[in-house]
């Protein structure tokens, strides 16, 4: 059977539309999708079926009390619950997964706040969930970048203080079970000349702490950078090192790269300039087993893709046909699967079910603007179709977080 792009999209008025920042947390393995956002004029947290579309399960703003107007960063999920952040940025509130019905919330002390960042699941030796939350530090005070969370007790941990001018970070876990995630953090503000940081979090007893692994300056990415920033981080699970997004100035020959670092020492093992920005704090949720990754970036009348070879750091297919209307969001939130051929992400999207377009799944209407899955190449774990294109069904692949 030829393969044909495919789209399916998540549609409520529970959910937010795209250009505004918004992360997801996508249970890949459970087959799931938690949202949060404000689409009119209420926050909402609301749960989709991956595969169908359908909204299982959603909640309003009085059963949270979220920070409000930044009430879009950011949501992560675990065995134990779904979590994000309300009031001040100082209120960590984990939700049931099944019914999204508030558990608990607990204050927490850390300077900073968590509307740009990530919230990225580690599993300790012992067995034990944690979630590490990055953020952006306070542009006043002084900057910390991340706190660790015990999502069975919310006990937290944090280094205080780090000793490094840099702002804005995001995260993603290591190996399952290990207890290792990761951060890379962009240089402060004022300090548009600094380098990127890559921190090594252990969460497990005993030894609990951080490590700078390296840090990595625009020249080095770049001979004609100046400056350097990070969109985006996640784990290669062929090799378990790290792959990551980085971006110069405006303006700059190549403007964007994909680099991948050794995740024990943090050095610079390729990187390949990109036609396009990476995927943002999304891009931590992505499952890369096969040593494939696919960005996709808008081009006029739609978007086109690269399909990238993650052990080698090259280009192995550009991706013109089949993305006819679909328009990556300007927000750079995108997540991809190479089990499932799936990528993740916000998009703007018209005319869909044209020869050059994707075709919609489900309830997937022609035109709309949101979050949905676009099956963009040949899984590496493909399922058989069931039934017409309308019922579409594929197995996602599986990640144990």
């Not at 086109?304 to 046909?321: E, H, L, P, W, Y």
């Amino acid at each position: 059977m030829t393969f044909q792009t495919k789209i399916q999209a998540y549609l409520s008025s529970h959910v937010l539309e795209s250009g505004h920042n918004v992360q997801c947390a996508v249970d890949w393995t459970g087959g799931v999708l938690y949202t949060i956002g404000q689409p009119s004029g209420t926050t909402y947290i609301a749960k989709f079926d991956l595969n169908s579309g359908v909204e299982l399960a959603w909640q309003g703003q009085t059963a949270y009390s979220p920070k409000i107007p930044f009430h879009e960063w950011p949501i992560g999920f675990d065995a134990n619950g779904v979590y994000f952040t309300g009031n001040d940025f100082t209120t960590f509130i984990k939700a049931n997964a099944s019914d999204l019905s508030q558990n608990v919330q607990s204050a927490i002390s850390f300077n900073t706040a968590f509307p740009q960042g990530t919230f990225s699941p580690i599993t300790d030796t012992g067995g034990g969930k944690w979630m590490l939350c990055t953020g952006i530090g306070q542009l006043t005070s002084s900057l910390e970048v991340f706190i660790c969370i015990n999502t069975s007790t919310l006990a937290t941990w944090t280094p205080g203080i780090l000793s490094y001018g840099n702002r804005i970070a995001c995260g993603c876990a290591g190996q399952y079970g290990t207890g290792i995630g990761y951060i890379a953090s962009t240089p402060e503000q004022s300090d548009p000349s600094g380098s990127l940081k890559f921190i090594q979090v252990n969460v497990n007893s005993g030894t609990q702490g951080a490590t700078t692994l390296s840090t990595i300056a625009a020249s080095t990415i770049d001979a004609g950078w100046t400056v350097i920033g990070q969109t985006g981080m996640c784990l290669d699970q062929t090799d378990n090192n790290l792959l990551v997004f980085v971006q110069g100035q405006v303006g700059a020959t190549n403007q964007y790269y994909i680099i991948k670092l050794n995740a024990t020492t943090g050095a610079l093992i390729w990187k390949l300039a990109c036609p396009g920005p990476g995927g943002g704090p999304q891009t931590q949720q992505s499952v890369i087993k096969s040593q494939k990754y696919v960005l996709l970036y808008g081009v006029s009348g739609g978007a086109n893709g690269i399909v990238i070879d993650t052990s080698t750091g090259t280009i192995t297919t550009t991706i013109t046909t089949g993305l006819v209307g679909l328009i990556p969001s300007g927000a750079l939130s995108q997540s991809f699967n190479d089990q499932s051929g799936a990528i993740f992400g916000e998009y703007g999207y018209t005319n869909m079910g044209q020869p050059q377009s994707p075709l919609p799944l489900n309830s997937t209407p022609n035109s709309s603007d949101g979050w949905a899955a676009v099956y963009v190449i040949q899984p590496a774990n493909p399922s058989p179709s069931t039934g017409t294109h309308a019922s579409y069904v594929r197995i996602w692949g599986n990640m144990p977080r």
